[in-house]
């Protein structure tokens, strides 16, 4: 599922997924189970959560890393997207969402986790 940004905000009207930053004092894993819930009203336990691996992200004006996570719903959950965050949502193949205008290194992701091809910054 990708998420389709608001305009204002960051990279605003670009299709990503859910995620976020860990607050003081949080874990990871409770991170990605809080920025889903928040994101799309799916709660997702944290034993359902596996961490993938992570991916060196450079903007010109700061770095981060990007900590992959994936879980597999047993059906399409009905989704309540933050309408603060996004404007819109959709199911999406990998193929697919790689024709859309994703934010920065979401591409080089999905072609790591579904093995689609060459990606680049990958720790």
């Known amino acids: 599922?990708?998420?389709?940004?608001?305009?204002?905000?960051?990279?605003?009207?670009?299709?990503?997924?859910?995620?976020?930053?860990?607050e003081k004092g949080e874990k990871i894993a409770d991170a990605i189970?809080?920025?889903?819930?928040?994101?799309?009203?799916?709660?997702?336990?944290?034993?359902k959560i596996q961490y993938f691996q992570k991916v060196f992200v450079k903007y010109p004006t700061y770095e981060f890393i990007y900590h992959i996570f994936h879980t597999k719903l047993d059906k399409k959950s009905e989704v309540k997207i933050s309408l603060q965050e996004h404007k819109a949502f959709k199911w999406v193949t990998p193929k697919d969402a790689l024709e859309l205008p994703l934010i920065a290194e979401l591409d080089n992701c999905i072609k790591l986790f579904y093995r689609l091809g060459d990606c680049r910054n990958v720790d």
């Open 1 to 22: 599922m990708l998420l389709l940004r608001q305009d204002h905000k960051s990279e605003g009207n670009t299709w990503g997924v859910p995620a976020g930053k860990t």
């Open 33 to 47: 189970v809080r920025e889903i819930k928040e994101e799309t009203g799916i709660g997702v336990g944290k034993d």
